[in-house]
């Protein structure tokens, strides 16, 4: 029997204008992003609906931006009952996953994406570095890439997307060094926009105010599998999900790998819950057997019933 995974977004997906659309027709939306904007202090929904951009697309706003939508499109799937088996996040959208089955309540969910957003970008501040999508390579090519380039400086896989798309992280030398190796040997490399070296040692300094806003979060276990970005393996116990959180932030995210156990387990609908439609792109990319819709609007949630 095909089974449905939910996929949740991480950075990136954002933009301005983001989860307007549902709050504006679904009430109990409006509501959690209410929630969020009292939780909070401020007015996170002014800043998704008007933006501005910069302020939007900086770390310790970015995160809680997204997992507040996801949450308020999560809402409108539970209320048209939209059944699915498993679920997963790209990086800190991981959290949106978590919260999604049953691991933690959206206000603690929402505390602890806020403080994780600050301390990356702490952690981007003191540590400068960057990160950069290099194509048609496989795991092993990118490796030794990176071996090569570290004399310059620090640069470690932290993505592997699809195939042929994985991302590095590191120093800002150390990338830079590996794009030029690229460019030299006729490699597809492109930097991205970032603020740190996301997923590589340069955020050691977060991890020990993670591990204590993780250790403060009551977790319970999960009502169906998660795929975990550091292992690609399902893990439902909350004290493992808690350990895993903690290591995610210096750890690759493995999403092919983890697509592909998902695939292998049986799945073969995933639905894309929040922003964007970077994970349908990558799952194009995976496996032709496994079919993504992205749904950020009510209207989007309620079609799914008749697909």
């Not at 950075?11 to 983001?18: K, L, Y």
């Not at 590095?168 to 190796?181: M, N, Y």
């Not at 740190?196 to 169906?224: Q, R, Y």
């Amino acid at each position: 029997m095909s089974k449905t995974i939910l996929l949740f977004p991480g950075q990136g997906a954002q933009f301005v204008g983001m989860g307007k659309a549902i709050a504006e027709t679904y009430a109990p939306a409006k509501e959690i992003l209410e929630k969020a904007d009292h939780i909070l202090g401020f007015s996170l929904s002014s800043l998704m609906f008007e933006g501005p951009e910069d302020s939007l697309k900086s770390t310790d706003n970015t995160q809680p931006a997204l997992f507040t939508h996801s949450m308020m499109v999560m809402a409108a799937l539970r209320e048209e009952g939209i059944p699915f088996d498993m679920v997963a996040g790209h990086s800190l959208g991981e959290y949106s996953a978590i919260c999604a089955a049953g691991g933690f309540s959206f206000e603690e969910g929402l505390k602890l994406v806020r403080t994780r957003g600050e301390l990356m970008a702490s952690a981007g501040s003191r540590n400068p570095g960057s990160m950069a999508a290099v194509m048609g390579q496989d795991e092993s090519q990118i490796e030794a890439l990176c071996a090569e380039a570290s004399a310059a400086g620090v640069v470690v896989p932290a993505n592997f997307n699809c195939p042929g798309q994985i991302v590095v992280s590191g120093s800002v030398a150390g990338v830079a060094r590996l794009v030029e190796i690229c460019a030299e040997r006729g490699i597809k490399a492109v930097p991205l926009a970032v603020s740190g070296a996301f997923h590589s040692e340069l955020m050691e300094f977060a991890k020990p105010g993670l591990a204590e806003a993780v250790a403060k979060t009551a977790f319970k276990d999960l009502s169906v599998p998660l795929i975990a970005n550091v292992t690609a393996k399902p893990v439902t116990s909350g004290k493992e999900i808690a350990e895993l959180l903690v290591k995610q932030l210096v750890s690759p995210v493995r999403w092919n790998q983890a697509m592909d156990f998902a695939i292998a387990e049986g799945v073969t609908q995933g639905i894309e819950v929040g922003p964007g439609k970077v994970l349908m792109g990558l799952a194009r990319k995976i496996s032709r057997d496994l079919k993504v819709t992205s749904v950020d609007t009510l209207e989007a949630v309620k079609a799914l019933k008749g697909a």
